[in-house]
């Protein structure tokens, strides 16, 4: 007679069975733990490589920047010297070869300005300097900076009054290369017409900074790649207007350092309106005295 307390044969089978399979489904999980522990300490080392390839990037974008400076300050200088004649007269050819070659060095020099700038903020080096200022004394600096580019030129710069705007709370100097950059643009692709700069509330706490052309506009479908690091335009004015393709990524950097955002609003033959949306406030620890 079986005893009723011990488990019959099919029972224990199952019993076993259940075991074995439990045994399993532990190992597997301890052989999965494994598995992602280990990949997440790949990730980890892929990560501090990626981390030290870009600070020697930066690194070494920052250290040729600056020893390529002092050759180009040199070279910037003599031309400057040879077409005042300070060393006897040039004939207009010599002129002509002098504004060649000071040409080429600005244009180089804008390089060096703004890999440097590129390396600055990927290392996390740009710190924001806020203070209270009036738009109309940046729109005065702009205007006076920009007057000996334009003088007998077929394109008008146009600074419109702004109208009813509060004292600003941000760093001039980072909105100032943001417009600056935006004006060389717009001056570069419009070969006749106007440039106008503009500034209206975007909304209570946000301002809107437009800068609109004349100019040659871009196709809709090249907008998102403008703001990109060594973008260009391809277009026949592009080929003869040397840039380092760095100007609009670094305006996005300097605009999302002060809280903001920028954009672009163009239409090819129907001009371009490069714009920069900011705080009138920055998100900063504010002085009194607004």
Request: with cysteine.
């Amino acid at each position: 007679m079986t005893d009723p307390m011990l488990p019959e044969s099919g029972d224990a089978d199952r019993i076993e069975l259940l075991r074995q399979e439990n045994e399993l489904l532990r190992a597997e999980l301890e052989e999965t733990n494994q598995g992602v522990l280990a990949l997440y300490a790949e990730l980890d080392t892929q990560a501090e490589q990626l981390r030290q390839a870009s600070e020697l990037k930066s690194r070494f974008l920052s250290y040729m920047s600056h020893e390529f400076r002092t050759p180009l300050g040199s070279i910037l200088s003599i031309t400057r010297l040879l077409s005042d004649e300070l060393d006897g007269p040039l004939s207009p050819e010599q002129h002509k070869q002098v504004r060649f070659v000071s040409s080429a060095a600005s244009e180089l020099s804008e390089m060096v300005d703004d890999l440097l700038d590129l390396a600055k903020i990927e290392a996390g080096r740009v710190s924001i300097s806020p203070a209270w200022f009036d738009m109309l004394d940046l729109f005065s600096a702009l205007r006076g900076m920009f007057r000996p580019i334009v003088e007998g030129s077929p394109v008008d710069l146009i600074f419109e009054e702004p109208v009813g705007l509060p004292r600003f709370y941000t760093d001039d100097k980072k909105l100032a290369q943001i417009l600056r950059n935006f004006i060389s643009n717009a001056l570069k692709f419009t070969p006749q017409g106007e440039v106008r700069v503009s500034a209206r509330m975007e909304n209570p706490q946000q301002v809107r900074f437009a800068v609109s052309d004349t100019g040659i506009g871009i196709a809709a479908e090249l907008h998102d790649r403008l703001f990109e690091d060594f973008a260009q335009v391809d277009s026949p004015l592009q080929k003869r207007l040397r840039g380092t393709g760095l100007g609009l990524a670094l305006c996005k950097r300097f605009a999302e350092l002060l809280g903001g955002r920028v954009g672009v609003e163009s239409a090819p033959g129907k001009g371009s309106e490069f714009y920069v949306i900011i705080p009138f406030a920055i998100q900063a620890e504010e002085p009194d005295g607004a």
